[in-house]
């Protein structure tokens, strides 16, 4: 009920209802007369599936051959958030399991829950993952589920080098920390690995064997701390201390073990393998191609797009319009224009995120009344292809859409356009901004559908994204292709057969044929439709580096694919952080962590691993006692009070660098002041002088005034040039 978006409140009223309404005369219709489940109740039930999530994860990794783990981070209301998701083989269905029979596998990617972080730094994100997973081994290790085996020499439980010795691959977007997150991982793995060889041969030993190296460890504890206070010590401190023996011990035989190994026996215990996501790749390939457009038009010469500057900087310009000041200079550097520039400014009218502002509602009447089509592509949040889909709708509507910014101006009582629509307007009429969505329309028909057809069904159907490869060098090729023969789509009888990637029908005919109409209008459309291309084709080649000839997941051999096995993209962290921002709307006061209880046991099929593996009356008394310390630790507060410290230590951080560089300014202007006490003023008497007293005496001058002629120290390595320099200078004041 709670997952339908029953509140806690009412849900024990409602399951009361439906008791009464199925079967009125049972005992259970009777009781709910008495009672009723209070929200208290219903929090706890659901907190609870989060503990038996926890504890299926962990038993899932413990169980897998390997595994690979993806992220994602966003910031709400102020807060870094941070999402986490593990891709790994597990059974279909634990229903469907059977005594001794082997179960098929099916790779499945598992919700470890949103999670606060004070800043997304890669180092934060790798110690958030440790903690995460240290949090899930704890849970599974202390559950009723991992009884010591009868026969194992130790208990197998979740270790962290287990974890890391499975883990072969990171999934993330194209982001710099994102990449050096995957480089840290790699670290974490290779530092702490090996000790799980080390364990799997100790579990492996004969009872005799391992009594001898138990009882080895034991003797080195005892002479580490000493007889008489071993024998002082209590049956738990010996236990931790046998512990640590046993765990230097994996240590060391891991190492060993190891190094016993053969180059390609290491080479697939080390394997670990980065992807980028693929709409990730089509987004940047797009955005390479629009930043080509603006170097066109200076190149060819030509008017480029019309300005669309805010309201402050369309000020700043026209104040500076007979002669550029620097408040012009610098509204001018800001100010952009062109379809980009367009389709964001019209998402923001049209359809701005926040439905209070904008046209909204009034625009769908207008454009449903007119043309069929009620909504406009959501460019206001970040939705892949929206800038693709709003070029289209622009140029399928050009005509209606002017109509309708002077309909929505008339409207008004002093029918005139704010400074937004007058852009809106203005830009709508400008042929080279025109131009721009036409080249993005046919660049959307031939590659931006196709692939995005092609990804979705590659996800759709468990698809391995380290196999997507050969699909990319298809990709570039087509894009060459584009470039060599760019007639293939803009001509008027352009075939869809040939024009687009995958072969299949256009998406926007409508768009299409008034963007053929439209191209013979600007001569040089193909022109630009190259360059773009040429930008997107320079930015497909950066971003599927991973899958270049050579690299590590080309010289990955089929099997090592399989184990690194990852999605095609990210839209699971990315979902799951939008999931949040929606349910915190909905449910202003629930704490994250019993959010990430009920998405993690609705999301991951917790009921179907709790009926077959946690159905055990001791299992379920572990999960309530779990839930309620997890509920009475203050988590959220723990996790705030965190945040603040780490911002307080940054800002003290902050400061201490300020009073380091207040006391370096300080040092220096008192020895430029000593400087100038004693300025050289002869060009005999300069030419004697050191290479640091001349580079001193500039440095004064350069405090004295803005003069670019006057080097700065880095510019002056030769003495005979920073003494010309300095001749000069002294010349001039």
Not at 312 to 324: E, F, G, K, T, Y
Not at 394 to 416: F, G, P, S, T, V
Not at 478 to 491: D, H, W
Not at 554 to 569: C, F, H, I, L, V
């Amino acid at each position: 009920m709670t997952k339908a978006g029953c509140s806690a409140n009412q849900s024990g009223k409602l399951l009361n209802e439906i008791i009464r309404e199925i079967a009125p005369r049972s005992g259970a219709a009777k009781e709910t007369e008495k009672h009723e489940a209070s929200a208290r109740t219903v929090q706890r039930s659901n907190g609870e599936g989060g503990v038996a999530a926890k504890i299926q994860i962990g038993y899932e990794m413990m169980q897998a051959k390997s595994l690979t783990i993806s992220g994602d981070a966003t910031t709400h209301k102020k807060q870094n958030l941070e999402s986490r998701h593990a891709n790994y083989a597990v059974r279909a269905s634990y229903s469907d399991e059977k005594q001794g029979e082997t179960v098929p596998t099916v790779n499945r990617t598992r919700f470890l829950g949103v999670h606060t972080s004070v800043n997304h730094k890669a180092a934060t994100q790798l110690e958030g993952w440790k903690n995460t997973v240290s949090d899930i081994a704890d849970v599974t290790n202390r559950s009723p589920l991992l009884e010591k085996s009868s026969g194992s020499n130790i208990q197998h439980v979740f270790r962290m080098c287990e974890f890391t010795a499975k883990l072969v691959g990171v999934h993330s977007d194209h982001a710099e920390d994102q990449k050096a997150f995957a480089r840290g991982a790699l670290s974490w793995k290779l530092e702490t690995s090996r000790a799980s060889l080390g364990y799997t041969y100790i579990e492996e030993l004969s009872e005799e064997d391992f009594i001898r190296v138990a009882d080895e460890a034991q003797a080195e504890k005892i002479s580490e701390v000493g007889e008489a206070k071993w024998d002082g010590m209590s049956s738990n401190e010996r236990e931790k201390l046998l512990d640590d023996a046993i765990s230097a011990l994996a240590w060391r035989l891991g190492e060993e073990k190891y190094a016993s190994l053969s180059a390609e026996e290491k080479k697939d215990f080390d394997l670990f393998l980065w992807v980028g996501c693929m709409m990730h790749k089509l987004l940047n390939a797009v955005k390479g191609g629009c930043a080509k457009f603006s170097s066109f038009w200076a190149r060819k010469n030509l008017r480029g797009p019309l300005l669309l500057p805010n309201r402050d900087n369309d000020a700043a310009l026209d104040s500076a319009s007979s002669s550029l000041t620097a408040a012009g200079k610098r509204a001018l550097e800001v100010s952009g224009g062109g379809a980009v520039k367009l389709t964001s400014l019209m998402g923001a009218y049209l359809k701005h995120r926040d439905d209070k502002k904008g046209e909204q509602d009034a625009h769908k009447a207008y454009m449903d009344f007119f043309s069929g089509i009620s909504t406009f592509p959501d460019t206001s949040n970040t939705r892949y292809q929206s800038h693709i889909d709003a070029a289209a709708v622009i140029i399928a509507q050009l005509e209606l859409y002017q109509e309708y910014m002077r309909h929505a101006r008339d409207l008004k009582q002093n029918r005139n356009f704010n400074h937004m629509e007058n852009n809106i307007y203005n830009a709508l009429q400008d042929l080279p901004t025109q131009a721009e969505l036409l080249v993005m329309v046919f660049y959307g028909e031939a590659v931006c559908y196709p692939y995005g057809r092609t990804v979705r069904n590659a996800v759709t159907d468990g698809r391995n994204a380290l196999d997507m490869g050969p699909y990319h060098e298809q990709v570039i090729a087509f894009v060459k292709r584009l470039i060599e023969t760019p007639e293939i789509i803009l001509s008027p009888d352009a075939d869809p057969q040939e024009a687009v990637m995958d072969g299949r029908e256009w998406t926007n005919p409508e768009a299409v044929a008034i963007a053929q109409k439209l191209a013979p209008s600007f001569p040089y459309l193909r022109e630009l439709f190259v360059d773009f291309c040429d930008g997107t084709l320079v930015t497909w080649q950066r971003f599927s580096a991973e899958f270049v000839t050579g690299g590590a997941i080309d010289s990955a051999s089929k099997s090592n694919r399989e184990r690194a096995w990852m999605p095609a993209t990210n839209d699971a962290n990315e979902g799951a952080l939008g999931r949040y921002r929606v349910l915190k709307r909905a449910k202003v006061r629930q704490t994250l962590h019993l959010q990430n209880a009920q998405v993690m046991y609705n999301r991951n099929g917790t009921q179907d691993f709790m009926d077959a593996k946690l159905n055990r009356p001791q299992d379920e008394a572990f999960l309530r006692a779990e839930w309620r310390k997890v509920d009475s630790s203050k988590l959220t507060k723990r996790g705030n009070d965190e945040v603040v410290r780490a911002n307080i230590a940054t800002v003290e951080e902050k400061h201490e660098k300020d009073t380091v560089r207040a006391g370096k300014k300080a040092e220096t202007q008192a020895r430029l002041k000593a400087v100038g006490d004693k300025m050289v003023l002869e060009e005999s008497e300069i030419r004697k002088m050191t290479l640091k007293a001349i580079r001193l005496q500039l440095q004064f001058l350069r405090s004295l005034c803005e003069d670019p002629e006057i080097p700065r120290a880095k510019d002056t390595a030769k003495k005979e040039a920073a003494k010309e320099a300095l001749i000069a200078a002294m010349a001039r004041y």
